[in-house]
Nanobody
Framework: QGQLLESGGGSVQAGGSLRLSCQAS????????MGWFRQAPGKEREGVAR????????????YYADSVKGRFTISQDNAKNTLYLQMNSLKPEDTAMYYC???????????????????WGQGTQVTVSS
């Protein structure tokens, strides 16, 4: 299992932007899902976005939770083994610990159940004030 390290979190006022990065320590198979999750205090962990690329296919297939669709963009740089989450028009309800994760279960293309993701980073805190 490769290690994942998130960065880019911080405090920002509502309407601001942040870009989160997730650096993988080893080469990542293009057939695996990479995802971003978040968890606010007292709330369940929720899937934010995922990207899936299959070998021999260009680009990636993305998914976004309804709460972030149109504001967040997930992307990856395979050459750098890095996953990104661009967050625009941030809202106070976006405040949470954000985690990047890597799935080994092929069902990750259909679901963002946390149990499908075997590798997790330590998280980076995002705080949005009103």
């Amino acid at each position: 299992q490769g290690q994942l390290l998130e960065s880019g979190g911080g405090s920002v006022q509502a309407g601001g932007s942040l870009r989160l990065s997730c650096q993988a320590s080893e080469y990542t198979s293009r057939s695996k899902c990479m995802g971003w999750f978040r968890q606010a205090p007292g709330k369940e962990r929720e899937g934010v976005a995922r990207i899936y690329t299959i070998s021999g296919t260009t680009g990636g297939t993305t998914y976004y939770a309804d709460s972030v669709k149109g504001r967040f963009t997930i992307s990856q740089d395979n050459a750098k083994n890095t996953l990104y989450l661009q967050m625009n028009s941030l809202k106070p309800e976006d405040t949470a610990m954000y985690y990047c994760a890597r799935a080994t279960n092929p069902f990750c293309t259909r679901s963002m159940q946390s149990q499908l993701y075997a590798d997790w980073g330590q998280g980076t805190q995002v705080t949005v004030s009103s």
